[in-house]
């Protein structure tokens, strides 16, 4: 969680602390294209853009937001080349065992969601080291999505409940929104309250279908790898001025 700026370190005096969105999800797009526009490979994207993460994620604790859901790795991303999906599977391996220490002693609680299966045994080893090693801190709620689809988490928890009456557990008719919502990924955190997207990019990709229906919605055409805490800063500034009526007038 090393910091790369050393800027706006405290709460920028423009934001009021108490209208700050505590739930707070990312999808963290243009690591690729930052690369390009340098003449770099585009691991050299992801590197720069890891670095991002972690200094947004200690812009989180110095700041007071309580939860921090990042999109890392989508059920679509297979799809790219082999040598990058290898490089990113790595990459994460080597973020969960190097950081480790670090996010235990500032007090980070990190969850990883998505289809773990597919998953390397080393990756997985080192989620569930981390997952243990920080079950217990009451910091920042760090939960990163790997190898996850929106659409998929609904699927899933309607097999759940489907089994359920099936055996008997429940009846069809009891089901509802907020049961639903008990066998979700993130069953255990509120529904984030703004979604921040990099890079310009006009669409959610299949990420927290169930959990963004009421989030405020912040796009800018800075790619990840520059999203900075001044960038941040802009983003919170931008949620602060909306109105959420939640569909009241």
């Known amino acids: 969680?090393?910091?790369?700026?050393?800027?706006?370190?405290?709460?920028?005096?423009?934001?009021?602390?108490?209208?700050?969105?505590?739930?707070?999800?990312?999808?963290?797009?243009?690591?690729?294209?930052?690369?390009?526009?340098?003449?770099?490979?585009?691991?050299?994207?992801?590197?720069?853009?890891?670095?991002?993460?972690r200094d947004l994620l200690r812009c989180c604790k110095d700041w007071g937001i309580s939860a921090l859901t990042v999109y890392a790795f989508s059920t679509e991303n297979w799809g790219r080349s082999m040598e990058e999906v290898d490089f990113l599977m790595t990459l994460f391996e080597n973020l969960f065992q190097l950081e480790l220490a670090e996010m235990v002693s500032e007090g980070v609680k990190l969850e990883v969601v998505g289809n773990l299966d597919n998953l390397t045994p080393s990756l997985c080893s080192a989620i569930d080291r981390a997952r243990v090693a920080t079950r217990h801190n009451q910091g920042v709620r760090f939960t990163v999505a790997i190898n996850y689809g929106g659409r998929q988490e609904i699927v899933r928890?309607?097999?759940?409940?489907?089994?359920?009456?099936?055996?008997?557990?429940?009846?069809?008719?009891?089901?509802?929104?907020?049961?639903?919502?008990?066998?979700l990924h993130t069953a255990d955190l509120p529904d984030p309250d703004l979604l921040i997207r990099t890079s310009g990019e006009m669409r959610i990709s299949n990420f927290l279908l169930w959990q963004l229906a009421y989030a405020e919605i912040y796009v800018t055409d800075t790619l990840w790898p520059d999203f900075d805490r001044l960038a941040f800063h802009q983003a919170l500034l931008n949620y602060q001025h909306r109105h959420r009526r939640f569909g009241k007038a």
């Open 1 to 53: 969680m090393t910091s790369k700026t050393t800027s706006l370190i405290e709460l920028p005096t423009d934001l009021d602390c108490t209208q700050l969105p505590q739930h707070i999800a990312v999808i963290m797009d243009g690591n690729g294209r930052w690369a390009k526009q340098r003449g770099f490979p585009r691991m050299m994207g992801h590197k720069r853009g890891a670095d991002t993460l």
């Open 157 to 183: 928890a309607c097999q759940i409940l489907a089994a359920q009456v099936q055996q008997g557990i429940v009846k069809s008719t009891d089901i509802d929104e907020q049961m639903l919502s008990k066998y």
